[in-house]
């Protein structure tokens, strides 16, 4: 495989964040040999992060000529930028114009639709591009594969939760949050009686039996990604995916058409009110948080159920969610380092052997198990 400068370089966009973070220290750890590039706003906590051999690289990505500047060197950028409806797409056109693969862990369905109309372009440019790499999407969607080639039983529904303990610190969910504010005024699908139909997330809550340290939680159902590559992939009729609210309150419908009324995708000031909201109450729920339960662990639950509701479970423990995050970028690039994925928009779920992606984060992590 070529690189532009002979040895291969790495961009990290978002690199001081928790998922930049993770993925610094796992891709030093098990990809020591190409040159890592951090970028971001912050000039002092890039330096901070930063190790001998690697550059810092300060980043506004709403300076088109800043973008174009950070990327245009790298051979692959990795990208943890959030919210990926605001900024994903430019990112990723930008570096698909400067010949440069793009990964991200991006959840949000509208961002999958946009990445393939990249695909003739990535092709063109000889690079490949690739959303829905983080633990959900991506981990989550593996297990769920894993567990229908290996369970002989005919299984026609699925349900995938979520749930994160406490973040690092007050505003590491911001970016999170300001998603979910922007899907508010996008359509999303789930899969019901074996066709995609549009629902309004936000809505319904349920309470799921997790792991320990877990224990019975309040969940929301929220649909991402997977669901729409999922749909394709299998013969399942029913698939839905459910996100833990941890200390947050569930939205009233108040609350979700006054954002819908804003319409925070279309207006600057109408996102920087909400982000504003948003920071000031992601403060004071870390505080209680922080008093109630001071564990940063995450769980993903698949269950798959039959015609007659018998059903099976798989969990994965994460650390925190953030490492796992960092778990299917880190494989994805070993993959792309080695040659294997060719040019053009793929999805992980097609392009990637199952059983030789969770064997390989079974070894980078020996923690993680699904079972």
């Known amino acids: 495989m070529q690189f532009k400068n002979g040895t291969p370089r790495i961009i990290i966009l978002g690199a001081y964040g928790q998922v930049g973070v993770a993925l610094l220290r796992l891709f030093k750890k098990h990809l020591p040999d190409p040159q890592y590039i951090l970028a971001g706003r912050d000039r002092t906590r890039l330096k901070a992060i930063a190790g001998q ?116 610190g007050p505003d590491a969910g911001l970016a999170s949050y300001m998603t979910a504010v922007l899907e508010y005024n996008y359509k999303l699908r789930e899969l019901h009686d074996g066709d995609l139909r549009e629902v309004h997330p936000g809505r319904e809550i349920c309470r799921v039996e997790l792991p320990e340290p877990f224990g019975k939680m309040k969940l929301l159902n929220w649909p991402q990604m997977e669901i729409l590559s999922l749909a394709k992939l299998t013969a399942l009729s029913s698939l839905r995916t459910f996100i833990g609210l941890g200390h947050s309150e569930t939205p009233s419908r108040l609350q979700i058409g006054l954002i819908r009324l804003l319409r925070p995708h279309r207006f600057e000031w109408s996102y920087q009110l909400l982000k504003a909201i948003a920071r000031r109450r992601l403060r004071s729920e870390y505080q209680k948080a922080q008093a109630v339960d001071p564990g940063t662990a995450a769980v993903l639950q698949i269950e798959l159920l039959n015609q007659e509701r018998r059903s099976i479970r798989a969990n994965a423990l994460l650390p925190d969610m953030a490492t796992g995050t960092a778990l299917l970028p880190l494989y994805a690039s070993e993959c792309w380092l080695r040659g294997t994925i060719l040019p053009g928009w793929h999805d992980p779920l097609e392009l990637f052997d199952t059983a030789d992606a969770l064997n390989r984060i079974r070894r980078i992590e020996p923690g993680i198990d699904p079972s």
């Not at 981990?139 to 229908?148: E, N, P, Q, V, Y």
């Open 53 to 168: 051999n690697d550059r810092v690289c300060t980043l506004d990505v709403g300076d088109p000529e800043s973008l174009r500047a950070a990327v245009r060197e790298a051979d692959l950028a990795i990208n943890c930028i959030g919210p990926y409806l605001k900024y994903g797409h430019e990112i990723a056109r930008t570096c698909v114009a400067s010949g440069t693969a793009y990964f991200d862990p991006a959840s949000e369905q509208e961002h999958y639709v946009r990445m393939q109309r990249l695909n003739s372009a990535a092709h063109h440019s000889g690079v490949p591009i690739m959303t829905g790499l983080g633990s959900y999407p991506g981990l989550s969607g593996l297990i769920l594969l894993h567990l229908l080639r290996s369970n002989p039983d005919e299984y026609t529904e699925a349900r995938m939760y979520v749930a994160t303990g406490n973040t690092t």
